[in-house]
């Protein structure tokens, strides 16, 4: 037995000797097969050089030119303030609302309120224009509601930063919502400053000096458009006295159109703060359009015209006529303000403008502010038996007539001193 397993391992061995020889030449000559010879030498003699295909290096010459070109290629540029400009580059992250979260449903019982907006500072907006207006004129963000992704990515990245973003149905959004076709998104912000503010250039650039007053305006819908006006006509300030609506309210927001953060708006005044928010030697003028102490103080050529309203106003007649208790007689508690029509020129000086109520019209106390600065009540003529002009119309008129009267003297101005330049120039040569 031990004699047959040495016989087949001297067998075996023999054959491993002649097969690894011939298995490494084979190899070889493979190898060879697959290079493409750079010279060829015939028995001869002779050598023939063969081209390469063009684009084909030696991987050492081509290895050697990519190093090449990497030290001829001039470093990139990195920003040293490289912002991320994609919400997968910021890395910001939301939460989820699951069934039961109170958190949407507590935060709109606070801004909805006008008590608990003052209390906690707090406003809503609602819709993607009006939050990127917001953002744009530097409102400070607090909590944002959205109902998809698209949404929020839509909005600036760099403002998202510290803010609470929370994903919640569309079905729970739209039971909050004002809006008849609600967006899918919701912003709470802090209360703006206008102090803070950053307003667009272009509005700065055309503003005027015209300022707007609103007295005791109650209407959500007339306050939005009037302010909507305001910003149109390029007024440099709108101041709100007590007694206005809050404008930060949802539905003047929404009539607004984006006003809030186009024009400065100072809201809550009392009328002995009034004279401190208005420029210097500004002229306090009241829209008035019916009342019996403007009807008897209107010119002659209005009367013949029929342009002035018969109606009276509840509040004037408080203040017109009170009977003196010692003598019996009546006595006129109204300041001594002339009035004029709307169209006649009042914007020679700084001037304010005050819009009163639906209700009640002006206040007392704008007469008053009117007849210590040299303004006047301006009349806006109507047919007879119409009745009177809203708020938001008579806001409008005026203001825009102010912004017409206010560029004609300035195209007058432009005129008269090219004019003089060009004497100057004649008489110079």
């Known amino acids: 037995m031990a004699a047959l397993v040495g016989t087949a391992r001297f067998v075996l061995r023999s054959l491993l000797q002649v097969v690894q020889p011939w298995?490494?030449?084979s190899r070889r000559w493979v190898r060879a097969l697959r290079r493409s010879p750079v010279k060829v030498v015939f028995p001869s003699g002779e050598v023939v050089e063969r081209k390469r295909a063009p684009g084909k290096q030696p991987r050492k010459a081509a290895s050697e030119a990519r190093a090449q070109e990497q030290r001829e290629k001039p470093p990139l540029e990195e920003s040293p303030s490289h912002?991320?400009?994609?919400?997968?580059?910021?890395?910001?992250?939301?939460?989820?609302?699951?069934?039961?979260?109170?958190?949407?449903?507590?935060?709109?019982?606070?801004?909805?309120?006008?008590?608990?907006?003052?209390?906690?500072?707090k406003i809503l907006l609602e819709g993607r224009r009006l939050i990127t207006d917001a953002l744009k004129a530097g409102a400070v963000p607090k909590t944002f509601f959205f109902s998809r992704l698209e949404y929020l990515k839509e909005l600036p990245v760099d403002k998202l930063k510290g803010v609470s973003l929370i994903k919640v149905k569309?079905?729970?959004?739209?039971?909050?919502?004002?809006?008849?076709?609600?967006?899918?998104?919701?912003?709470?912000?802090?209360?703006?400053?206008?102090?803070?503010?950053?307003?667009?250039?272009?509005?700065?650039?055309?503003?005027?000096?015209?300022?707007l007053i609103c007295d005791n305006l109650r209407d959500p819908g007339n306050l939005g458009t009037i302010l909507r006006s305001a910003a149109g006509a390029g007024c440099s300030k709108v101041l709100l006295t007590k007694g206005c609506v809050d404008p930060w309210e949802p539905k003047v927001l929404r009539a607004g159109m984006g006003a809030h953060f186009q024009v400065p708006i100072i809201s809550n005044l009392e009328w002995e703060a009034v004279p401190n928010y208005l420029p210097p030697d500004t002229r306090v003028y009241v829209a008035d359009n019916?009342?019996?102490?403007?009807?008897?103080?209107?010119?002659?050529?209005?009367?013949?015209?029929?342009?002035v309203s018969n109606q009276r106003l509840p509040k004037f007649h408080k203040y017109e006529e009170e009977e003196d208790v010692e003598t019996g007689a009546s006595q006129d508690w109204l300041p001594d303000v002339e009035v004029q029509s709307y169209d006649s020129d009042w914007t020679e000086a700084p001037a304010a403008v005050v819009i009163g109520g639906e209700t009640y019209g002006v206040s007392l106390e704008s007469l008053q502010l009117a007849e210590s600065t040299g303004g006047k009540r301006?009349?806006?003529?109507?047919?007879?038996?119409?009745?009177?002009?809203n708020s938001a119309m008579a806001a409008s008129i005026l203001l825009f007539e102010g912004k017409r009267q206010l560029r004609g003297r300035a195209e007058h101005l432009s005129r008269d001193r090219s004019y003089t330049e060009k004497d100057a120039e004649v008489t110079s040569a």
């Not at 910021?90 to 006008?114: E, F, N, Q």
């Open 170 to 211: 569309f079905e729970d959004i739209k039971d909050w919502s004002d809006l008849v076709t609600p967006q899918g998104i919701m912003g709470i912000f802090a209360k703006p400053d206008h102090v803070k503010m950053a307003y667009p250039k272009t509005q700065l650039q055309h503003s005027l000096p015209l300022l």
């Open 290 to 307: 019916c009342g019996l102490y403007a009807q008897a103080q209107m010119s002659n050529k209005a009367s013949d015209h029929d342009w």
């Open 378 to 389: 301006l009349l806006i003529p109507v047919v007879p038996g119409v009745d009177s002009l």
């Open 23 to 25: 298995d490494l030449d």
């Open 83 to 121: 912002a991320p400009s994609t919400w997968e580059e910021s890395g910001l992250r939301y939460d989820k609302a699951y069934p039961g979260d109170r958190r949407l449903s507590s935060v709109m019982t606070i801004v909805k309120s006008r008590p608990f907006r003052e209390k906690q500072g």
